[in-house]
């Protein structure tokens, strides 16, 4: 250890005062904020990664982290904080912590983990922020929405490759009744199935076609 003191002059005298007996400066260590803070956002979670540099590395590898993050809007005094059990420089916010749509700003400090004997430290300095947003899930509205959508482009296209074979291949009355079965039926599939997706639709719809034509010759 060292010893600590400090020396002035009052009065014409000469003083010397012991501030520190026995200073450790292991013990008194301030770290530079972490760097390069960065986020990658989904609909199921976050990821938050950043780096710590001009540091020795066995530094690095007893360093405990505490994240803080909010909506872009609020103040840091209402943040939220989270101490990190790990010493990697990342961490992950599950999606049930984050409200959809909204856009979130987070930082990080570092110091020598609590746990660690050799070394003592004090809280580094916030690092600059990230913004990040969770990416919206679809909603079951949405997707009843597409189902209609392609049902309606469906409907007409049927009706409009009948009035062509009507009109150009010249079909009798009971092969047009033909036809219409066939398309009844490839529309009340596609209500009795929403999964289906519109391509896979048409391939059914082309196929009903060749084979109906190859029927009527």
């Known amino acids: 250890g060292y010893r600590v003191s400090l020396q002035g002059n009052f009065f014409g005298h000469n003083h010397t005062y012991v501030t520190f007996p026995e200073y450790n400066p292991r013990k008194h260590i301030k770290l530079d904020p972490p760097l390069n803070i960065q ?8 990821q938050i990664w950043w780096s710590v540099w001009n540091m020795p590395w066995y530094l690095v590898e007893i360093l405990q982290y505490e994240l803080q993050y909010k909506e872009y ?32 700003v987070a930082r990080v400090r570092c110091k020598v983990s609590e746990n660690e004997n050799s070394y003592h430290s004090q809280w580094s300095e916030w690092s600059q922020t990230t913004v990040f947003q969770r990416a919206g899930v679809p909603k079951l509205s949405e997707k009843i929405l597409n189902t209609k959508t392609m049902l309606f482009l469906f409907i007409p296209l049927s009706f409009g490759t009948l009035l062509y074979l009507s009109w150009n291949c010249k079909l009798s009355s009971r092969n047009l009744s033909f036809f219409f079965f066939k398309c009844c039926f490839l529309t009340l599939g596609q209500k009795a199935s929403p999964a289906l997706t519109f391509p896979r639709q048409l391939l059914s719809f082309s196929h009903s076609i060749v084979c109906t034509v190859e029927i009527l010759r």
């Open 73 to 104: 809007s609020m103040s840091w005094e209402v943040a939220l904080n989270k101490t990190l059990p790990s010493s990697l420089p990342q961490v992950e916010i599950e999606a049930t912590e984050l409200r959809s749509g909204v856009a979130y």
């Open 39 to 46: 986020s990658n956002a989904t609909a199921s979670k976050c």
